[in-house]
T-cell receptor, first 112, second 114 residues
Framework: TQLLEQSPQFLSIQEGENLTVYCNSSSVFSSLQWYRQEPGEGPVLLVTVVTGGEVKKLKRLTFQFGDARKDSSLHITAAQPGDTGLYLCAGVGTGTASKLTFGTGTRLQVTL | DAGITQSPRHKVTETGTPVTLRCHQTENHRYMYWYRQDPGHGLRLIHYSYGVKDTDKGEVSDGYSVSRSKTEDFLLTLESATSSQTSVYFC?????????????FGPGTRLTVL
């Protein structure tokens, strides 16, 4: 069974601060996705990274896929209250079904 | 937003009773998935479908069955609900497998088994 561990589990910061969330595994994934989930809703896809070492930027969010395709990070610059939510990483398996394995999540709260 | 609905959105039931949750999509996506979300476990795959009448088990399939008789509907059945099945259940859809198996999620069903 492939496992994805996220750290930290909880993060409470003030508006304007920077933060990094980590997603680690001992398994290799075909690709890795990041989702954000708000209370009472389903997760929403933010990004997919495919190539080892790949870096993708979406406005203030920077996503990186590890060189060995076993880990990833999400960096948020100048966090805003609208960034508050549960961040989930998900590894796409190498089998034909390409099933997703989700991390346990990082709950982020950004206060004024 | 992808057109996915789940019904019911909330349900309270008693141990031992059968329960069926419905996922309906209007996107004509081939792949459909059922997950459960519990504190400390993230999202775990229960069953998935890769076409009409084509389904397979996920990592936590015991006690659950599924059916997909048409593209737009994917049903999850708890044959005899137990308290350990109290959870939030999410349906997801995708139009491809492989590297870009990007999934769109429904709003979830909160199930409580007393």
């Amino acid at each position: 069974t492939q496992l994805l561990e996220q750290s930290p589990q909880f993060l409470s910061i003030q508006e304007g601060e920077n933060l990094t969330v980590y997603c680690n595994s001992s398994s290799v994934f075909s690709s890795l996705q990041w989702y954000r989930q708000e209370p009472g809703e389903g997760p929403v896809l933010l990004v997919t990274v495919v190539t080892g070492g790949e870096v993708k930027k979406l406005k203030r969010l920077t996503f990186q896929f590890g060189d060995a395709r076993k880990d990833s990070s999400l960096h948020i610059t100048a966090a805003q209250p609208g960034d508050t939510g549960l961040y989930l990483c998900a590894g796409v398996g190498t089998g034909t079904a390409s099933k997703l394995t989700f991390g346990t999540g990082t709950r982020l709260q950004v206060t004024l | 937003d992808a057109g996915i609905t789940q019904s019911p959105r909330h349900k309270v039931t008693e141990t031992g009773t059968p329960v069926t949750l419905r996922c309906h999509q209007t996107e004509n996506h081939r792949y459909m998935y059922w997950y459960r979300q519990d504190p400390g476990h993230g999202l775990r795959l229960i069953h998935y479908s890769y076409g009409v009448k084509d389904t397979d088990k996920g990592e936590v399939s015991d006690g659950y069955s599924v059916s997909r008789s048409k593209t737009e509907d994917f049903l999850l059945t708890l044959e005899s609900a137990t308290s350990s099945q109290t959870s939030v259940y999410f349906c997801a859809i995708s139009d491809r497998a492989g590297l870009y198996n990007e999934q769109f999620f429904g709003p979830g069903t909160r199930l409580t088994v007393l």
